[in-house]
């Protein structure tokens, strides 16, 4: 499957590919929402898996396995996919979704917000979103509980931070969704730096953002 175009960002498109496809290339693209092989000492200021003064000086298998340590894309329409193949979905009447995004501006005044970078200790934080979701399947009437956090650069308008809840009926879907979140905002380890048209600053305090 090949394609070419402008009308999409690299971000949008790999966000569209990520539902069913494992893998995608994005050739001469230096937008920092998404990891990338930089060649020629070119100034990327995301995720590079590798470096090389040309192609053929870049490790393949190294690449690979760089690759492979990255946590996958996820989008809430994949994440609503798996939480449908749950053991429990033939009881479920309702799933429930919570998507949070970079805003802009906080303020009409703000100066405006041009992306987000998000560190974590990443197996602590994937440990403890597992926690969460697993306490919140001991609900009553709670089958499912996916949640997904993106680290890295994300730009402005773009998804941050899903929970999927599968449930037996709507009460206990938006309950539980509402109480994910915030269990993520407070107990997961994750670190917000916030790069406007004005400058960055680390956000002292651990939440998600954009919500």
Do not use: N, Q
Not at 163 to 188: M, N, Q, Y
Not at 205 to 211: F, I, K, N
């Amino acid at each position: 499957w090949v394609a070419a175009g402008t009308d999409r960002t690299p971000g949008e498109v790999v966000d569209d590919l990520a539902p069913t496809h494992d893998y995608c290339i994005l050739d001469d693209v230096r937008e920092a929402t998404v990891p990338g092989v930089v060649l020629g000492g070119v100034d990327y200021g995301g995720d590079a898996l590798a470096r090389g003064e040309t192609a053929s000086a870049v490790d393949v298998d190294a690449t690979v396995t760089a690759l492979h340590d990255r946590l996958p894309r996820e989008t809430l329409e994949s994440l609503v996919e798996r939480a449908k193949r749950a053991p429990g979905a033939e009881l479920s009447g309702a799933v429930a979704t919570f998507t949070g995004r970079v805003r802009s501006r906080d303020d009409p005044d703000d100066e405006r917000t041009t992306h987000l970078e998000f560190e974590t200790y990443e197996s602590v934080a994937e440990e403890r979103m597992r926690t969460i979701e697993a306490e919140l399947e001991e609900r009553e009437g709670v089958h499912e509980v996916v949640m997904h956090h993106r680290t890295g650069v994300v730009a402005a308008g773009e998804d941050i931070v899903f929970v999927v809840v599968l449930a037996g009926h709507r009460p206990e879907a938006f309950a539980t969704v509402s109480d994910g979140i915030d269990r993520l905002k407070d107990e997961v380890p994750i670190f917000k730096k916030e790069s406007t048209t004005d400058g960055e600053f680390w956000v002292h305090e651990r939440e998600p953002g954009g919500e």
